[in-house]
């Protein structure tokens, strides 16, 4: 059973540099989204996706870019990173306003 | 102002005691509430939804008022392994935009 799958789980990258982080679900689920936790802050809606085909912005898009593949597939990516966006990053689905169900996360960091 | 806020504690209970959090949310069209657990560097887990009547599960009681806009989250009878953050969470509308708050850390000690 595997869920919500994310990759890579560590990440450090260079200011500037770009990256794609991958999220797959196994579950069949329509709805996907991407999180930033950082210190005291909970969880950051970026971007997220009510079914497949359609993308929306969260609280805090900006620098980043989505792509919904598939009905699985969710990616999020930083075109050119910056050391605000070192963060852990979730991503989740669920069917439709149900529960959401989450990755393991992606501990990013930039320097 | 954030759409969903919570106080962000520490909660600093005994064992045995019962302790009480609560999560307000502006968008009034909100439909779907939850109540998630987050372990030191892990994911969130769901703990509970939140129905309009309340609901129960074990030690743990979930509350909605939609006429003051919270939910409400009871704990009794704490036990250490309680000690964790609790995330409430509010589906707004009929966007699929789910939104969290920023936690409550509860700390259970003997």
């Known amino acids: 059973n595997a869920g919500v799958t994310q990759t890579p789980k560590f990440q450090v990258l260079k200011t500037g540099q770009s990256m794609t982080l991958q999220c797959a679900q196994d579950?069949?689920?329509?709805?996907m989204y991407w999180y930033r936790q950082d210190p005291g802050m909970g969880l950051r809606l970026i971007y997220y996706s009510a079914s497949e085909g359609t993308t929306d912005k969260g609280e805090v898009p900006n620098g980043y870019n989505v792509s919904r593949l598939n009905k699985r597939e969710f990616s999020l990516r930083l075109e050119s990173a910056a050391p605000s966006q070192t963060s852990v990053y979730f991503c989740?689905?669920?069917?439709?306003?149900?529960?959401?169900?989450f990755g393991q996360g992606t501990r990013l960091t930039v320097v | 102002r954030k759409e969903v806020e919570q106080d962000p504690g520490p909660f600093n209970v005994p064992e045995g005691a019962t302790v009480a959090f609560n999560c307000t949310y502006s968008n009034s069209a909100s439909q779907s509430f939850f109540w998630y657990r987050q372990d030191c560097r892990k994911e969130p887990k769901l703990l509970m939804s939140?129905?309009?009547s309340g609901n129960e599960d074990g030690r743990f009681t979930a509350q909605l008022n939609r006429a003051s806009q919270y939910i409400s989250l009871l704990i009794r009878d704490s036990k250490l392994s309680d000690s964790a953050t609790y995330l409430c969470a509010v589906n707004e509308d009929s966007s699929y935009k789910l939104i969290f708050g920023s936690g409550t850390r509860l700390l259970v000690r003997p």
């Open positions: 939140v129905y309009s």
């Open positions: 579950m069949n689920h329509n709805s």
């Open positions: 989740a689905s669920s069917i439709g306003q149900q529960e959401a169900f």
